[in-house]
């Protein structure tokens, strides 16, 4: 494993958090599927469904929004130590604040339309409905929510603590580099670590309506998501505070996953199948696995993904840009194909396939060496592979055509 440098880019921690993002495509392409409705978070379920998508939007929910905020913990510690308090505040500004609003205007009248579409029908008559919603501008915003932006908006409410607390921050880093944030830099790494993670998570969770975590979609603050998430986002910037520790999750890499499959079996069944009614326990098994879940898939990409690859990087790039843009395709496609006498697993294959296709096309060609691209990315890149030096850093356009 490398020895920390400063400089370095956190390979396998950046294509972690973009698998993440991607994974948002698969959650949100069978969810339509799943025999439990899902009520107003997903109004819409398709004549064909199978339990197999019910464990499938299970597993993801378990660990995939606590593994990305764990990540973005991490990430804004590292911009907040390197570009400084203010630095931060512009770059989370311009990166997550202006794209919040901005895809927020766009996506939520597509969004509403598609249900209406979808639930009025879809190709069997939903389309004067849905033409009717478009055709009434005055309506698009009348049920104003963060749909599945919601991660951002949270996130900028962290940013907003985060610059509140600048002083602090300052005053806390100066005292504590050198016995507490250590201390816990070895409890993250102790073997007993995830477990301590579970403990606290699973008071956060006893809130929450379900046995795992709430999503609120509505602008109106929710303490209790607010609080499970920003534990996330605590240890994530104290494994920043650690950062030289972190090849060491590598060591116990599937011992975790295995665990981490276990619990999250044992959650899937008693909460789906077993006895969905007594919630508590079911708390227990989800803190359980989302913790030592996020131990073993952090260890599996430090293992194998800590290295500069040119896919790795697109998609790394570009999956901002995907989850942002897929979920009215995901609305729309099922309810395009509510008609059609099929199984439910061939329809989530289309409806993947076809949104992961429009989203990555749309990003190589309209977005990737665009103004929109550097909205999101922070510079612009050419519609190619990038080449990497041994550090990971882009070759400039002329060694990439060499």
Same mark, same amino acid.
């Given at each position: 494993?490398?020895?920390?440098? &400063?400089?370095?880019?956190?390979? +396998?921690?950046?294509?972690?958090?973009?698998?993440?993002?991607?994974?948002?495509?698969?959650?949100?392409?069978?969810? +339509?599927?799943?025999?439990?409705?899902?009520?107003?978070?997903?109004?819409?379920?398709? /004549?064909?469904?199978?339990?197999?998508?019910?464990?499938?939007?299970?597993?993801?929910?378990?660990?995939?929004?606590?593994?990305?905020?764990?990540?973005?913990?991490?990430?804004?510690?590292?911009?907040?130590?390197?570009?400084?308090?203010?630095?931060?505040?512009?770059?989370?500004?311009?990166?997550?604040?202006?794209?919040?609003?901005?895809?927020?205007?766009?996506?939520?009248?597509?969004?509403? +339309?598609?249900?209406?579409?979808?639930?009025?029908?879809?190709?069997?008559?939903?389309?004067?409905?849905?033409?009717?919603?478009?055709?009434?501008? +005055?309506?698009?915003?009348?049920?104003?929510?963060?749909?599945?932006?919601?991660?951002?908006?949270?996130?900028?409410?962290?940013? =907003?603590? !985060?610059?509140?607390?600048?002083?602090?921050?300052?005053?806390?880093?100066?005292?504590?580099?050198?016995?507490?944030?250590?201390?816990?830099?070895?409890? !993250?790494?102790?073997?007993?670590?995830?477990?301590?993670? =579970? =403990?606290?998570?699973?008071?956060?969770?006893?809130?929450?309506?379900?046995?795992?975590?709430?999503? &609120?979609?509505?602008?109106?603050?929710?303490?209790?998501?607010?609080?499970?998430?920003?534990?996330?986002?605590?240890?994530?910037?104290?494994?920043?505070?650690?950062?030289? &520790?972190?090849?060491?999750?590598?060591?116990?890499?599937?011992?975790?996953?295995?665990?981490?499959?276990?619990?999250?079996?044992?959650?899937?069944?008693?909460?789906?199948?077993?006895?969905?009614?007594?919630?508590?326990?079911?708390?227990?098994?989800?803190?359980?696995?989302?913790?030592?879940?996020?131990?073993?898939?952090?260890?599996?990409?430090?293992?194998?993904?800590?290295?500069?690859?040119?896919?790795?990087?697109?998609?790394?790039? =570009?999956?901002?840009?995907?989850?942002?843009?897929?979920?009215?395709?995901?609305?729309?496609?099922?309810?395009?194909?509510?008609?059609?006498?099929?199984?439910?697993?061939?329809?989530? /294959?289309?409806?993947?396939?076809?949104?992961?296709?429009?989203?990555?096309?749309?990003?190589?060609?309209?977005?990737?060496?665009?103004?929109?691209?550097?909205?999101?990315?922070?510079?612009?890149?050419?519609?190619?592979?990038?080449?990497?030096? &041994?550090?990971?850093?882009?070759?400039?356009?002329?060694?990439?055509?060499?």
């Amino acid at each position: 494993m490398s020895q920390l440098d &400063e400089n370095r880019r956190y390979h +396998s921690l950046d294509q972690l958090r973009a698998i993440m993002m991607i994974l948002g495509l698969v959650l949100h392409s069978v969810v +339509s599927f799943t025999i439990i409705p899902l009520g107003r978070a997903w109004p819409y379920q398709d /004549a064909s469904r199978h339990v197999l998508f019910d464990v499938v939007v299970t597993f993801i929910h378990v660990f995939r929004m606590p593994l990305f905020f764990l990540m973005a913990g991490f990430f804004t510690a590292f911009l907040y130590y390197r570009q400084g308090p203010w630095g931060l505040v512009r770059n989370r500004f311009l990166r997550v604040g202006v794209p919040f609003v901005l895809f927020l205007a766009v996506l939520l009248p597509l969004n509403h +339309s598609g249900f209406t579409y979808a639930m009025s029908g879809g190709a069997r008559g939903g389309s004067d409905a849905a033409l009717a919603y478009l055709g009434n501008p +005055s309506g698009w915003y009348e049920r104003l929510r963060t749909i599945h932006l919601w991660f951002l908006y949270y996130l900028i409410l962290f940013y =907003a603590v !985060i610059a509140l607390a600048m002083p602090v921050l300052r005053r806390l880093t100066r005292a504590w580099s050198g016995s507490v944030v250590p201390r816990l830099g070895r409890l !993250i790494h102790h073997p007993v670590g995830p477990f301590v993670g =579970a =403990a606290t998570t699973f008071l956060t969770l006893l809130p929450m309506r379900g046995a795992g975590l709430d999503t &609120e979609t509505e602008f109106l603050v929710q303490p209790k998501i607010l609080a499970a998430y920003g534990v996330f986002m605590v240890f994530g910037w104290v494994l920043y505070l650690n950062r030289r &520790e972190v090849d060491g999750f590598a060591r116990r890499a599937w011992p975790f996953m295995f665990a981490g499959a276990a619990f999250s079996a044992a959650h899937i069944g008693y909460s789906l199948f077993v006895a969905p009614q007594y919630v508590l326990a079911g708390k227990a098994l989800a803190a359980l696995a989302m913790w030592t879940l996020i131990y073993g898939f952090m260890g599996l990409f430090v293992r194998y993904y800590d290295r500069p690859k040119p896919l790795g990087r697109y998609l790394s790039e =570009a999956s901002y840009w995907l989850y942002l843009v897929h979920l009215p395709l995901t609305i729309w496609l099922p309810g395009l194909m509510s008609g059609w006498d099929v199984s439910a697993f061939v329809k989530s /294959a289309v409806t993947l396939a076809v949104t992961a296709f429009a989203c990555l096309f749309t990003y190589h060609y309209l977005v990737r060496s665009t103004a929109i691209g550097a909205l999101l990315n922070g510079k612009r890149y050419p519609r190619a592979l990038p080449r990497l030096d &041994e550090k990971g850093r882009h070759l400039p356009a002329a060694a990439t055509a060499a």
